[in-house]
């Protein structure tokens, strides 16, 4: 359920940054790259914390 919630609210922020980018540079609003960047960056934080966890948990149980 954690990954739906991520990948929605990524969706969801992914548009928002790419809206205001775009607004503030005078380019046109693009759906389908606010997209990837919302889903591309959902899938990084997935990454990221799979190995900050693998790295945390090694290091804690180093004998």
Not at 1 to 27: D, E, P, R
Not at 39 to 53: E, G, P, R
Request: aromatic share 20%.
């Amino acid at each position: 359920m954690k990954y739906i919630t991520t990948l929605f609210w990524g969706f969801i922020l992914g548009h928002i940054v790419y809206y205001l980018g775009s607004s503030l540079t005078s380019m046109s609003y693009d759906f389908y790259q606010a997209t990837y960047l919302g889903i591309t960056v959902s899938v990084a934080v997935f990454i990221l914390s799979y190995i900050l966890n693998k790295i945390t948990y090694s290091s804690q149980h180093v004998e």
